[in-house]
């Protein structure tokens, strides 16, 4: 089962670099984390965070869900280069 997620966040991974963007631009950073001691460190890092944060509960949750998860998909915005 594990080869079947790490396929099918590639192609999420995949989807979301090909998708179109606004002025043909291109500032995604995409991330893929498939070690479980990688998904394990982002979890206990969510978990000691989680008091500190103004919705405790939001960060447990989802540390929760990361411990639960084969694979994790990250998805955000590179600063661009000006040139």
Do not use: C, H
């Amino acid at each position: 089962m594990k080869e079947v997620t790490e396929m099918a966040v590639k192609l999420m991974a995949a989807s979301a670099r090909t998708a179109p963007k606004a002025g043909g631009k291109d500032f995604l950073e995409i991330v893929v984390i498939t070690k479980d001691e990688d998904l394990k460190k982002i979890a206990e890092s969510m978990k000691a965070y989680a008091p500190k944060s103004t919705n405790e509960a939001f960060w447990l949750r989802d540390a929760s869900n990361i411990e639960n998860s084969q694979a994790l998909l990250l998805v955000g915005l590179a600063k661009p280069v000006t040139a």
